[in-house]
């Protein structure tokens, strides 16, 4: 899941200008009651554009900003919100604004009003049966103490880029006006083409709208550079609205501006789409890789303002890209404006296979060496077979794969897969070990599965364990499938619509039989804390019998006060991420356990195309832990959960090739994206750099997926010493041999920490 | 089959004990007392109990489970530990939660130790590294450690072995054909000083290298630099000349004092018997400097 501060003081529009604009909103979209949902959409979209587009700021080199009232039309906007969207916190906003009078307030409140029952969220909520009400009793995940949350968004869209370059938007328009004829001739509803078309008008005007905003501003401004810079942006603009793009400038404004629109939080694969346009313009003399690299630059900067950190994915490299040399050469420019940027976002990731031009990886260790975090990298030999076969698509599909937000996989602009749904498995094995109730409060939050005083062995624990994850994944899987009926029904999404595969060929709705491959994954955290605990449990309760059950309960109520003794055995069991047979074996048994739950429900028959696991990073891990009470591993109430696949920080100290030994066990080719975080120090990237190399080498060769990398620095160092517990792994060079630095007495770790840091 | 040894560390991902990434297995047990050790718990060959102080709640878990009164706590709750009457039997380590007590040492056979190397084989492989045998002295262990670098080169590794050589030749001479590259530690020039600061005299190690490089066998110079003790010209210029002698001026590694060993002696009841300071980035580059002027050019220091 993920949510991102909505900038709704940085609005340049007047409070009285964003009433105006949402009560026509909600005027338009009351006057086509009844009406087929593309028709009422395309109404309500003419009310919202091009009004809620920013304004160029100064060092804008593209136009393109957006800021989303708290009533607005989006995939997926505001804290959580698909479609017909209403904001809590946007409307709180809001209503602190200081250029509110007392009457707007008035209306205001009755807009909310209106829109709290009328939302597409609600409408989901509202249409849940009796099981889906007790199952999810609250959607506040982030504050409600339970084992699943439904989440409500349309995400991971990515769409076709390459068309929308290709055709340009007339092209496109021209495109639509035929299907529609065609549809025409075959006595079809023409009613979803004429609203593409309607809304490519729309997305026309949007470019004149800011062509007229550059060539305003042309007029205010004396400085001759920025003067030329907005004649080109205006230039641009001015082009698109008549023909394709045609240069590398032409083709980021197009892909900005129709992106932002749209409400897609993701790039996809840049690299399939402006690589063609970069080239040309740099081998004809039109620009210099200079100017290039200035314009990418200033490109990732817009789409750092959105300031969407869990989403704004950028897929580079791979298998799959028609003229490779081309995208390579785009690939480094993109890896290059990452190192000089230093944003947030884009999250710039690089998908590689043995036999890619090594020069992207070098760059890409290079951008990593340097402490940047991208690009994340992604290994497509075991990947592209691993999706295959979760997602039971061919080869030349697989190979499209494109993670996006926090690691999810769908298929480019052919698959929808959004996480609809949270499930926190420790919570899970928490109402296993109280017979379906909080450890905490006593509320009833799962099933009633039995007293764990009375589980005769281990295996009865697991079974228990496993009935709550089996339930839980089954209702969220209905909750999905329902959520993307029901808002097919509400709305079209006519922007994602026209540049998704098969929607414009079936003259289809996104989400009315439209998308190709319709799919839905669940978001599951606490993974490797319940399969630590179950480890410690299995261990000190079932085999060495040194705890009973009751004892191990009541230290785990009383968040070990009282019971240090207790936790340090808890804490000594075996842990993840050590290369530690036993309690791998634990991880690999609960992973499998929940992907095969996902995975079984397109057998019943709920009409999705996969559904599927993701494990994913994200603050959920820490978010859902605070609700969480303390568990056998050893971790404390209300903490944070391991993060991902990966180990509980500090708990993997048996060196790196340990680790990534681990985290292979776990395999990939059953759910739909998961994440390895990795930690080096500068040191090491540098001073063994071949070595590193090496280890990442083997890594990928033994079935490493995914990895991120973290090259750390002096501050880490200070931060070691502050919470040593989570720097457990952190190794450095004492001098004639390597310690973990937290093992260090003080003065040694003071010795190092006073090193120069090269 | 061979005896097992008493192994004090398997250390993974270990960059700096031979080429490549390798896994490093410390045997314990050593003839020599140097008295700057880094692992002053290795010289012993039998395991050891091994009290961190700081890590101490002083709970006193462990004076009851121990039957030879090994523990005691004064009146203002200091824990002292009478090493003197330990028998290692264990039990308390078991029962300290807080990791404060621990044996070191535990008896593995040879292929015990290589199943836990064999993990990181295909590390092994990419990086052209291997196993590292260290210590303690390895070769004070020498039934256990021809079996396992045999074990090892049956499963193709590379194989480094870490040592001082302060054996009898007829100890060594097997190792040769085991050993792609011998890590041999060159400590004092002075042979009065090396009796003195090692417990040992160095005729017989300087004898074996002299022995070992007409051998043909791969060899890396490790010498210790202990300020104050042989950081000075006359030991740079022998290990110069040395090295000059055995055509090993590439293959020369400085390994500066560090008083990591402090601390550890303490936790097993040693007095630790020098006051060095750790030297600073300059030193270390002056001393780079005084081997280049010595015909010791690009010396690694680690």
Redesign the interface.
Known sequence: MKFSPVVYSRMKLSAPRQMEIMTAFTSAYRASEGKHPAIRELACLWEQFPHILGMIEPEDIFAGRIFHLPICFAPQEGVLGIGYCFSESGAASFLLRSDITEDMRGRFHELCEYWRKECTQFRIRAAYSREMQKAFPSDDWQHAAGIAFPLYRLSGTHLDFLKLLRCGLPGLRDLIARRRDEAEAKQEDKTFCDCLCGMLDLVILSCRYYEEMAAREMETITNLKRQKELAAMRDSLQRLQTGRPRTFRDAIQLVLLYWIMSGSFNLGRMDTYLADFYAHDLDSGLITQQEALRLLGNFWKMLGALHKEYDTRVIIGGRGRPNEPVADRFALLAMEATRCVREVTPQLMLRFYSGQNPALMEKALQVIGEGRTYPMLYNDDVNIPAVMKAFNVPYDEAAEYAPFGCGEYVIHHKGIGTPSGVINLLKALEAALNNGHDLETGALIGLETGRFEEFLTFHELLSAYKTQVEYFVHQLALQEALEYEVAGREAAFLMLSLLFDDCVGRNRPLLSGGVRYLGGTVETYGNINTSDSLTAIRQLVYEKRILTPSRMLEALKADFAGFEKERRLMLKAPKYGNDDPCADEMAVLVHEHVCAAAREQILSGIGLHSYLVVVINNSANTILGLNTCASADGRRAHTFMANANNPQPGADINGVTAMLNSLVKLDPAIHAGAVQNMKLSKEMFTVHRDKVNALLDTYFQNGGAQAMINVLSRGDLENAIKTPELYRSLIVRVGGFSARFVELQPEVQQEILHRTMY | MCAAAVIFDI??????DGP??RTTVFIKGCPLRCRWC?NPESQQFAPQLLFNAQACSGCG?CADACARQAHSFSQAGVHNVHFDRCIVCGKCADAC???ALRIAGREMTPGQVLDEVL??R??F?????GLTVSGGEPLASPGFLLELLRLAKADDLHTCVETSLYAPWQVIEPFVHFVDLWLVDFKLSDDNQHRLYTGADSRLILENLSVLVKSRCNIVLRC?IIPGINDHQAHFSAIAELAKRYGLEHAVEL??????GK?KAAMIGRAYLIEAE??Q?GQKEQWRKAFELLGIPGVSI?
Do not use: E
Not at chain 2, 125 to 129: A, N, Q
Not at chain 2, 255 to 260: D, I, L, R, S
């Open positions: 250390q993974r991902f270990s960059l700096s490549g990434i880094h878990a939660v807080y990791d993990k990181d295909a590390y492989l990419s990086s052209g590294g210790p390994m500066p004092y560090h008083a990591m601390g750790s030297p980035n680690l």
